[in-house]
T-cell receptor
């Protein structure tokens, strides 16, 4: 099955805890992105990576970290420094021609 | 700073009516994307517009791009309830450069009523 797999679908975080959201793709796309969506809002870019072992901060990177050790994987860690992490997180990929972005099914993170 | 503005942000339509959603952006770009999002779901790609004057149609939806005016429209013809969703436009601000991240509008929440 080709596509982008995000896991888990739902995630609950306690105060002061780090949590990691998984994003795996088998589309052989070079570029991968993490977006955050708050209720009734558009998407805001957290981090992106154009190639393995390289990534760049987006507009709201504070309190988040990423790694890109493999082309297929781009995990996002929400650290305790992110004070308001409750949101819907979407991972996306683009091919080398940057013609279209494809999205995973999302992870809904809630602080408890 | 690139801005992408959609209007209206909320749209309530009756079935069978026509309407247009507008997407204005503030920088030069030849690439614009339209997505649909159902409640609690991810984004589904609707249209990819890659040049000035591009027009694409799928069913009751038609999208166009005017890069000189920095404007894209999403036209809905004879709306049906199944079109109820939130529609996002997104602009690629760095086409041809080293980045490909998309900048999104806030979305237009469409509700089609019988």
């Amino acid at each position: 099955d080709g596509g982008i797999t995000q896991s888990p679908k739902y995630l609950f975080r306690k105060e002061g805890q780090n949590v990691t959201l998984s994003c795996e793709q088998n589309l052989n796309h070079d570029a991968m992105y993490w977006y955050r969506q708050d209720p009734g809002q558009g998407l805001r870019l957290i981090y992106y990576s154009q190639i393995v072992n390289d990534f760049q901060k987006g507009d709201i990177a504070e309190g988040y970290s990423v790694s890109r050790e493999k082309k297929e994987s781009f995990p996002l860690t929400v650290t305790s420094a992110q004070k308001n992490p409750t949101a819907f997180y979407l991972c996306a990929t683009q091919d080398s021609m940057n013609t279209e972005a494809f999205f995973g099914q999302g992870t809904r993170l809630t602080v408890v | 700073e690139l801005k992408v503005e959609q209007n209206p942000l909320f749209l309530s339509m009756q079935e069978g009516k026509n309407y247009t959603i507008y997407c204005n952006y503030s920088t030069t770009s030849d690439r614009l994307y339209w997505y649909r999002q159902d409640p609690g779901k991810s984004l589904e790609s609707l249209f990819v517009l890659l040049s000035n004057g591009a027009v694409k149609q799928e069913g009751r939806l038609m999208a166009s791009l005017d890069t000189k005016a920095r404007l894209s429209t999403l036209h809905i013809t004879a709306a049906v309830h199944d079109l109820s969703a939130t529609y996002f436009c997104a602009v690629d601000p760095n086409y041809g450069g080293s980045q490909g991240n998309l900048i999104f509008g806030k979305g237009t929440k469409l509700s089609v009523k019988p």
